[in-house]
C-alpha cells in the first residue's frame, strides 16, 4: 500500500510507522489522517503483525497538531465532520487489539497529543513537550482530547492543560501519567523498539482481550466491566496458547506462543 505521508516499516512482528511531514512538524491534514486510517486497518489485519509503533519524522515533532491550514478555512459542518473523521480514526488506533506505542519524538501538540493519548503506551523523549493548546487559536480539542485527557491524568489538570493551552515537558508529564516513561531522546527509537519486542513475545489473544477489558471497562460500571472481563477470561482459557503458557510454566522452560 503506497502512502505518500506516512513510512512503513516491517521488523518481524513489530511495525513502525512514521507520520512524515517534518517541514509541517508532521501536522496532521485530511491526506495524512485517511492514511493513518488506512495503515491502521491494515496492520490490524495483518497476523503478522503483534506490535506497532508510532511516531514522527525528524528530531522536532512527533505530531504538531492538525494542520491549521485546514482548520483555518473549515465551516461549521466541515469542522464538525473532520472532529468525526480525527476520532473514528484515534478509536480505530485505541482499539487494534495490538499495542500500539507511541514513540514521542518532539512535540505532541493538539491533535498530535490526542493522537499519543489513543496509542495503547508512551515513550517520550525527554526533549517532548504535550499539550493541548488549542485554546490559544480559539478553539478547543476536537480528536477526544476532552475525553481522553481527564481519563489518563483526572479532571483537575486536563481542565489546567486544556485551558491554559501551555505545554509540559517529558518529565512532568511522566509525572501526572501522560506518558508511561521518559527516556533520553537519542535512545528513544531503540527504547521502543525494545518494548515491542518484549510485547511481541506475549500470547496475541491474551494482549487483544487485555486491551478490549481495560478499554470497554472504562466505560461500564465496575460490576459489569468484572462480569465482561470474567467472559473474556474464559475465552482466553479455551486457547492453545493457554494451554503452552501453563505448560511452558510448570516444565520450567520459555513459551512458544502462536496466536491460537
Ligand atoms: N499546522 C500547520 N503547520 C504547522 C503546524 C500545524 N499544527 N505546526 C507547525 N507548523 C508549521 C509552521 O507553520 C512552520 O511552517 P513554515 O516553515 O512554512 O513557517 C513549520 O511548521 C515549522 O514551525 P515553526 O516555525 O512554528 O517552528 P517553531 O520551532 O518556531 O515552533 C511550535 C514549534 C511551538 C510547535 C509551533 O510550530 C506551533 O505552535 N505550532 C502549532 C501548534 C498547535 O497549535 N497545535 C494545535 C493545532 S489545533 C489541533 O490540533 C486541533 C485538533 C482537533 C481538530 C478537530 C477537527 C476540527
Known sequence: MAFENLLLERDGAIAVVTINRPKVLNALNTQTLDELRRVVLELGHDAGVHVVILTGAGEKAFVAGADINELAVQTPTSGREHALTGQHVLDLIENLG???????????????????MACTLRLAADTAKLGQPEINLGIMPGYAGSQRMSRLVGKGKAMELILTGAPIG?????????????????????????????????????????????????????????????????????????????????EKRKPAFKGK
Open 170 to 250: 517529558a518529565a512532568e508529564a511522566e509525572r501526572i501519567g501522560l506518558v508511561n516513561r521518559v527516556v533520553p531522546a537519542a535512545e528513544l527509537m531503540t527504547a521502543a523498539r525494545a518494548l515491542a519486542a518484549d510485547l511481541a513475545k506475549n500470547a496475541p489473544i491474551a494482549m487483544r482481550y487485555i486491551i478490549t477489558a481495560v478499554n470497554k471497562g472504562l466505560e461500564m460500571p465496575f460490576a459489569e466491566g468484572c462480569v465482561f472481563e470474567a467472559t473474556l477470561f474464559g475465552l482466553v482459557a479455551s486457547t492453545d496458547d493457554m494451554r503452552e503458557g501453563t505448560t511452558a510454566f510448570l
Open 98 to 116: 495490538k499495542p500500539v506505542i507511541a514513540a514521542i519524538n518532539g512535540y505532541a501538540l493538539g491533535g498530535g497529543c490526542e493522537l499519543a
